[in-house]
């Protein structure tokens, strides 16, 4: 692999690796690192490129080093402190900011209870807004897996909330 291929392969696919590994750990910083040495395995076993094979291998590699690191570690996956919940309007009473913190936390402890495959799908649809063809794609599933992981997700999150108001 020459370096301006490894370059391209770089820019191209390093983002939505790291994003994977992100939206498995929740740690943007673990993803960072997973990332980067997937790449510099690439780049040392000079692997050549080839766009849907090195895309798959990557993504391999990234979930492999992922799994190591949680067995080396021993450290359970929390997205939830880590996820910002971006909300254009801030409550501005007492009472609303109340509700809100209320809300935020009931949904990061919904979303903690999903299954890794349902969250991870949740996550990459919601935060990267990716279709469910781009989704099914990064994964290697089928459109329909992506969708059923996605209606599960969202029915356990819609039954936790609920759940929470009473």
């Keep these: 692999m020459t370096q301006a291929t490894f370059k391209t392969c770089f ?3 390093f983002e939505p690796i790291r994003n994977y590994v992100y939206y498995r750990s929740g740690n943007a910083s673990l993803a ?3 990332a980067q040495e997937v790449f510099m395995k ?3 076993k000079q692997i050549n490129f080839s766009p ?3 895309k798959a291998l990557l993504y ?3 979930g492999d080093l992922f799994i190591d690191h949680l067995r080396k570690n021993k450290v359970a996956s929390n997205y939830v402190s880590h996820l910002k919940l971006n909300l254009n309007n801030t409550p501005q009473t007492p009472e609303q900011t109340l509700r809100y913190k209320e809300l935020k936390n009931n949904y990061e402890i919904a979303l903690a209870k999903l299954p890794e495959k349902q969250r991870t799908v949740f996550l990459m649809s919601r935060i990267e807004s990716l279709t469910y063809k781009e989704i099914a794609q990064r994964l290697n599933l089928s459109v329909k897996a992506i969708e059923k992981r996605m209606h599960l997700a969202i029915n356990q999150l819609k039954e936790q ?3 929470h108001e009473k």
């Design 11 to 13: 820019d191209q696919f």
């Design 32 to 34: 960072t690192d997973i």
């Design 42 to 44: 690439l780049w040392e």
């Design 52 to 54: 849907k094979k090195t």
């Design 60 to 62: 391999k590699m990234a």
């Design 161 to 163: 909330l609920q759940y």
